[in-house]
C-alpha cells in the first residue's frame, strides 16, 4: 500500500537549521514534493525532486534517495515566520499520478 | 503567484441543507482536484478531473459530487450536509504537462455543519 512517514512536531530556535525528514512507501514515484501551510492557510509549492540528490532554492534544500525511500527538507537561517507544517506528498505512478500526502510535520520556530 | 480562488471562505450551515463550494481558477490548467483535509491530518484526495466533462472520484469516499463543464470552474455539492461533513476542503489545479506538475492550492473552505 501507499504510506508516507514524517514527524508530527518540531521544535527549534530563530537562526537555527532544521531537517525535517520523509519516508514513504509506495507502489510508484514519479516525484516528490515539499508543500509549507501555515495554519489556517493553503499549502504552497516549496521544492520538487525526482532524481536523486540535493535541490538547493535559497533558505531551503530538498534532498531525495529513492533506493532507500527517503527525502528530506533543510531550512537555513530560520525565521518566525517559517512555524508553519511542512507536508511531504509522492506522486504515485499507480494512482495515475496523483499526490499522496502525508500528515505533515508542525514547526514551531522559537526566538 | 497562483490564480485559483474558493468561496465561501467559511460556511456554517444546518444538517441537511444542500450547499456548493466553489472553485475557480485563471490559469488555464487542465487538471483540478479537491481535497479535504481534517485539523493536524493529511490532505485527502475525494474528487479530481483532468479536463472539461471528465470527473474522477478520488482516495476516499466523500457523499459530494463535482461538475466540469468549464476549464476554469470546479464546483463541489453536498446534496444534503451532516455533521461528519465538518472540514476544511482545498481546491488544486495543474497543468496537463509531464515533469513538474506543480499543484496550485486555493485559499480553502472551512465547512461547520450544525
Redesign the interface.
Known sequence: GQNIDQPTEMTATEGAIVQINCTYQTSGFNGLFWYQQHAGEAPTFLSYNVLDGLEEKGRFSSFLSRSKGYSYLLLKELQMKDSASYLCAVRDTSRTDKLIFGTGTRLQVFP | EADIYQTPRYLVIGTGKKITLECSQTMGHDKMYW?QQDP??????IH?SYGVNSTEK??LSSESTVSRIRTEHFPLTLESARPSHTSQY?CASSPLTSG?????????T?LLVL
Do not use: A, N
Open positions: 481535497y493536524g491530518m493529511e490532505l485527502h484526495l479530481y478520488g482516495d482545498l513538474q506538475e506543480t499543484q496550485y492550492f486555493g485559499p480553502g472551512r
